[in-house]
Each structure stands twice: as structure tokens, then as C-alpha cells.
């Protein structure tokens, strides 16, 4: 998704903001960042360090666990089968109608960083 996705809409010299989740934080992903950002990119351990648990711009973040949480939580759970049973069904209730959606506020988000130059900014 980060190559083939969102690396081809940055504008030349951006400057790109990795969590530092495990998945996000592998070999691979580090070697793409340093030739796609040479010393422009920010994550615990690279050139540019950033505080780990730094508000974040990812789907993840803005969407998905809270849409997971309002879901699984809105009723009663019984024990932890019955939580995996829950996520499991959330996860596969996302559409791709809603996937759209999501991009298009990635998008939205993504423009108003760079309008600001990435001074910080509340959303909602």
C-alpha cells in the first residue's frame, strides 16, 4: 500500500511520518523509506526521530479502531471467544464503499498537512 499507493501522491521532497509500530518498523519497510526519503523520514531509530505514541495520520488510527471498538462493544461480551468473534465479524462488516470513504479523508487529511506546512492540527 505504501509503495504503490501513497509514495506516488507525496510531492517531491516531502517528508514522511512512520509510526513505530513493529509491522511498520521491518527491514523492508525501513530500506523502502530510506530510498524513497533519503533523510526525510521520521520514526524511532531513523535520521529524523519522532516521541513514539505521536498522534498519527494513518487509517488505523483515525478510523478503524474506533469503528472496531464502537461496534464489538455495543453489546455485551461473554468471554474472550466471544470477543474474537466480535472483531472478526466488525472487521468483515468494513465495505468497500466505506473503504472509499476512509481514502477520501486520508486524502483530505493529507492535503490540509500540507497546506500547513505539517504545523500541528486538530481533526475530528
Known amino acids: 500500500m505504501l509503495q504503490l499507493y501513497a509514495?506516488?501522491?507525496?510531492?517531491?521532497?516531502?517528508?514522511?511520518?512512520?509510526d513505530g509500530a513493529p509491522p511498520h518498523y521491518g527491514n523492508i519497510v525501513r530500506e523502502l523509506l530510506d530510498t524513497t526519503f533519503p533523510q526525510r523520514w521520521i520514526c524511532r531509530g531513523a535520521v529524523m526521530t519522532w516521541p513514539p505514541r505521536s498522534p498519527d495520520i494513518t487509517p488505523l488510527d483515525f478510523y478503524l479502531w474506533g469503528y472496531v471498538k464502537q461496534h464489538v462493544y455495543s453489546e455485551c461480551i461473554n468471554d474472550i471467544n466471544h470477543l474474537k468473534q466480535r472483531i472478526t465479524d466488525v472487521i468483515h462488516s468494513v465495505t468497500p464503499d466505506v473503504l472509499t470513504?476512509?481514502?477520501e479523508e486520508l486524502?483530505?487529511?493529507s492535503d490540509v498537512c500540507g497546506t500547513t506546512n505539517g504545523a500541528?492540527?486538530?481533526?475530528?
Open 107 to 109: 486524502d483530505y487529511r
Open 7 to 18: 509514495v506516488p501522491q507525496f510531492p517531491e521532497g516531502a517528508i514522511f511520518q512512520q
Open 101 to 103: 470513504r476512509v481514502w
Open 120 to 124: 500541528h492540527i486538530e481533526l475530528s
